[in-house]
């Protein structure tokens, strides 16, 4: 099945000239629905079969991509979950295309850090030793 | 020992602003990530403990107060409940189309 597109514009580029339309073609071999419309008046289609494609929501559609922390709650009182998403060296918050989290979860994320920051659960400036053998969630990569 | 007496202080003290304990949690007793220094006294190690509440919402800057007080608290906080709220429902990331992410939004002052 091969779909043309002719778009014949007469007088200038910008303005879709009225007089001449563009015109889909589909060449599907057994069907004959080839449409040149020319001309002011519109004309309905002469021939509406049933092979004409339905309008109908895409049913290949994929479910939406969810990040790591979809659906998960974050509490400001699991400190290893929280410094997988600092920096080691200086303790400084992931960005969000580091971490690769959707807007809420990062938002959640970076306030419940500075919660634990502020209430002695976390430390500040660096990663606590303890966590630093945690496998790496996001998506950055140090020098070594 | 001084400990139990200290949250036997604080407890007394929330139910007298009428506030009703639901649990009292330890979360163990361990180094503090970084020195603290409260009531002229720099603490380095320190015990955790989480007390669930219900209280008016009015008296929790009298409380605050009282804990800032109380020498043997080194760092008070009040927070929302994390349970009471419900995790909202969450699709996914959605593909935002490029063209929308070519012009930027005009800023307005």
Not at chain 1, 111 to 120: D, T
Not at chain 1, 121 to 135: G, T
Not at chain 2, 32 to 57: C, E, N
Not at chain 2, 78 to 97: M, N, S
Request: aromatic share 8%.
């Amino acid at each position: 099945m091969a779909a043309v597109v002719v778009g014949c514009s007469g007088l200038g580029r910008k303005k879709l000239t009225p007089w001449i339309t563009a015109a889909v073609c589909l060449t599907y071999p057994g069907t004959q629905t080839v449409l040149w419309r020319r001309g002011c008046s519109q004309y309905k289609q002469v021939t509406s079969n049933e092979n004409m494609p339905v309008a109908m929501e895409n049913p290949y559609k994929e479910p939406l991509k969810k990040c790591i922390l979809c659906g998960k709650r974050v509490d400001y009182k699991n400190v290893q979950l929280l410094s997988q998403f600092i920096s080691p060296y200086t303790g400084c918050i992931h960005g969000r295309h580091i971490t690769g989290l959707c807007g809420k979860k990062q938002k959640e994320i970076s306030k419940a850090i500075k919660r634990a920051q502020i209430m002695g659960f976390m430390p500040v400036m660096y990663k606590d030793p303890a966590y630093l053998k945690d496998p790496k969630v996001c998506n950055i990569r140090y020098r070594e | 020992p001084e400990t139990a007496a200290a949250l036997k202080r604080t407890i007394e003290a929330l139910m007298d602003r009428g506030a009703i304990v639901r649990n009292l949690e330890n979360l163990g007793e361990r180094a503090l990530p970084y020195k603290i220094s409260a009531h002229s006294q720099q603490h380095w190690r320190g015990g955790y403990f989480l007390v669930d509440f219900y209280a008016p919402t009015t008296t929790v800057e009298s409380i605050m107060e009282h804990l800032s007080r109380d020498i043997d608290v080194i760092r008070p906080n009040i927070v929302t409940h994390p349970l009471t709220q419900e995790v909202k429902q969450c699709d996914g990331i959605v593909p935002v189309p490029l063209e929308e992410k070519l012009y930027a939004p005009k800023k307005r002052k």
